[in-house]
């Protein structure tokens, strides 16, 4: 069967208009659904020779996974390699990786991985891979009774294909994965003609039916639903003629008569027993789908202390039953206890989620991978969409429904977390971040909630909870002070303890006059890569560079609460641009507003630990922030 002969059909039968949603940026565009080609911003690349396009085809069928040296070798050479094989494999890479940077794509794209390369598809498109989405949604849908949009599916499927799959690629290998791509084609064909024809489009699809019977003749599900199409246009004597030519050509061909189905059909059509006829093979029973229920939350914090006040907002806020899913953005400066308060809550109210609760920390993970995380997390199965926007198209539906508890941790931006944002009204989002995050508040009514120092007293209860001893009852004046040298920071207040716990045959007093006299008292306060030192390092190094200078500059200040007139006289620019400069530490949550002076001047203040942060930066040699992980 020559696929050529259908391309024509499959393009008028994919044409559908694109829907109108957002459209991600995409790096490279692989296409591998007919001649083999690669695309940057809608322009072709020039892949070189037979041996460049086989490598770059194998790596492209095991995209995503570790394709070794040998593997390469014998695809390309097909078990006849020269002696200078895996060079000339290794300058095919090598001229491939060339070729998308002049392109514009800086990043690496081919992995070198022990025992061979990867094809990273991270940021990238595979028509491949769209079209075996898209069938499966379709496959989806059509399960659940819905044959519009399975059939809408099934168009922008098919209209991937530009001809028969990895053309210009010489190569067994190629071969046999082109035999089965057209195969796949060939069956999102016909299960797209059987949605027409359960949608009553009997007479539209005529030509196309006609067309492809008579490019491959020996298909009898193509051969029954054109009969079919022709019986419901009133064309019973044509329907009856297209079964005798099938039989003849199918006695001829493989010396066997046509099917069951279709001697069936040709007798029912015979007798016009049945003016409505089924459509076979379309007809999936839905599937009583069993929900999985994901319990993602980390360990609450065993010294969690107060906030009672920001939980029983969250509660006010988050518990109320609305139709719109409620939200809350918690902040504060770095070692505040934004993760903390965000964990125990999730905890403590779990219960009113008895769909699930998912949990994802924004650091570790760029939007795409924690969508296709919640998605499996779900129940998802089969090929995932690698566009983010149809990720949470499907993410959200998943969710519809649901009451299932999402928290967000550590979000930069509004961009990171939109599209992680269900519909339903059953569902709930906590976000932990330090960006400003203005758009989700003006999108979203959602609850900002500022987390402050503890209280004296919460924080004397947790010097003593970590302690489990009676040094912090013992000596109250002690413990309070300590409290203060920590600036009543719980990851400050945690790591005190932790060196008093170390440290058995210190009184509480011994540890608050080494803090006294220390040169630097953050690192005393500092333990472990991710120390209260080492998240200002790199809050500092996420600011621009004026606003990581006015930070330093501003620790010279005599006091900790100022107002933006002296600190324009410090940092040497006008009120205008001091204030400017101010508010952005402020959105940082360096710095903190703390009301207005008695001449209306708004005034701001610097916890503790980070003036002494700003300073040493300020003393240090280098930066504060470089080499900091």
């Not at 795409?368 to 149809?390: K, S």
């Not at 710095?591 to 209306?600: D, I, L, N």
Request: hydrophobic share 40%; with cysteine.
């Amino acid at each position: 069967m020559d696929l050529r002969l259908i391309e024509p059909i499959d393009k008028s039968i994919g044409t559908a208009e694109k829907p109108q949603k957002e459209i991600s940026a995409v790096g490279l565009e692989f296409g591998v659904l007919g001649p083999l080609e690669v695309k940057m911003n809608g322009r072709g690349l020039t892949v070189g020779g037979p041996r460049q396009r086989a490598v770059l085809s194998a790596l492209l069928l095991s995209f995503n996974q570790v394709v070794s040296f040998d593997s390469l070798i014998e695809k390309v050479w097909n078990g006849r390699p020269p002696s200078t094989a895996r060079t000339q494999v290794a300058i095919c890479i090598a001229t491939l990786r060339k070729i998308f940077r002049t392109a514009g794509w800086d990043r690496e794209t081919i992995i070198t991985a022990t025992p061979g390369y990867m094809l990273g598809l991270a940021g990238h498109s595979l028509d491949s891979l769209r079209f075996e989405q898209l069938v499966a949604r379709a496959t989806e849908l059509t399960a659940e009774n819905r044959p519009a949009p399975a059939a809408e599916a099934l168009r922008q499927a098919l209209a991937l294909w530009r001809g028969p799959a990895l053309g210009g690629v010489y190569a067994p290998f190629a071969e046999t994965e082109a035999a089965r791509l057209d195969e796949q084609r060939m069956l999102a064909v016909e299960q797209h003609m059987a949605l027409r024809l359960r949608l009553g489009e009997h007479q539209a699809v005529l030509g196309e039916l006609q067309a492809l019977v008579g490019a491959c003749p020996l298909r009898d599900r193509l051969r029954y639903y054109l009969m079919l199409a022709q019986y419901r246009s009133g064309r019973r004597a044509e329907a009856l003629t297209t079964f005798r030519d099938g039989m003849r050509h199918s006695i001829e061909e493989i010396g066997l008569e046509l099917g069951t189905d279709l001697q069936t059909l040709h007798d029912s059509i015979l007798r016009d027993e049945f003016p409505q006829l089924d459509v076979p093979g379309i007809a999936a029973p839905q599937r009583e789908v069993r929900q999985t229920v994901p319990s993602q939350l980390p360990e609450s914090d065993a010294y969690f202390i107060g906030r009672s006040r920001e939980q029983w907002l969250m509660d006010d806020v988050l518990l109320d039953g609305s139709a719109q899913p409620p939200i809350a953005y918690i902040t504060g400066s770095p070692g505040i206890g934004k993760t903390s308060l965000a964990v125990n809550w999730a905890h403590r109210t779990a219960h009113r989620f008895p769909d699930g609760q998912l949990f994802a920390d924004l650091r570790e993970g760029d939007t795409p991978t924690v969508l296709h995380q919640f998605l499996r997390q779900l129940g998802a199965e089969g090929p995932l969409p690698a566009e983010p926007a149809d990720a949470a198209e499907r993410y959200r539906g998943m969710l519809e429904g649901r009451r299932v508890l999402i928290v967000l941790d550590h979000a930069s931006s509004y961009a990171q977390v939109r599209h992680l944002l269900p519909t339903s009204g059953g569902c709930c989002v906590l976000i932990t971040g330090r960006a400003n995050l203005d758009e989700l508040m003006q999108k979203y009514r959602a609850l900002r909630l500022r987390v402050a120092p503890l209280s004296d007293d919460e924080s004397r209860e947790t010097l003593t909870s970590v302690l489990r001893d009676a040094r912090a009852e013992d000596s109250p004046e002690a413990t309070s002070r300590l409290a203060a040298l920590c600036g009543h920071t719980p990851l400050a207040l945690r790591a005190a303890a932790a060196r008093l716990l170390t440290k058995t045959h210190w009184r509480v007093l011994d540890l608050v006059r080494r803090l006294e006299r220390s040169g630097d008292r953050l690192s005393e306060l500092s333990i472990g890569d991710d120390s209260l030192r080492a998240r200002l390092d790199r809050s500092m190094r996420d600011l621009d560079p004026r606003v990581a200078a006015a930070y330093r500059e501003l620790s010279r200040l005599d006091d900790s609460e100022f107002e933006a007139a002296e600190a324009a006289k410090v940092l040497g620019t006008d009120l205008l641009e001091a204030e400017d400069l101010i508010e952005t530490l402020v959105d940082a949550q360096l710095v903190e507003a703390v009301g207005r002076s008695a001449w209306g001047e708004m005034r701001y203040r610097w916890q503790e630990l980070v003036r002494l942060h700003a300073f040493h930066c300020l003393a240090a040699a280098t930066p504060c922030g470089v080499g900091t992980d």
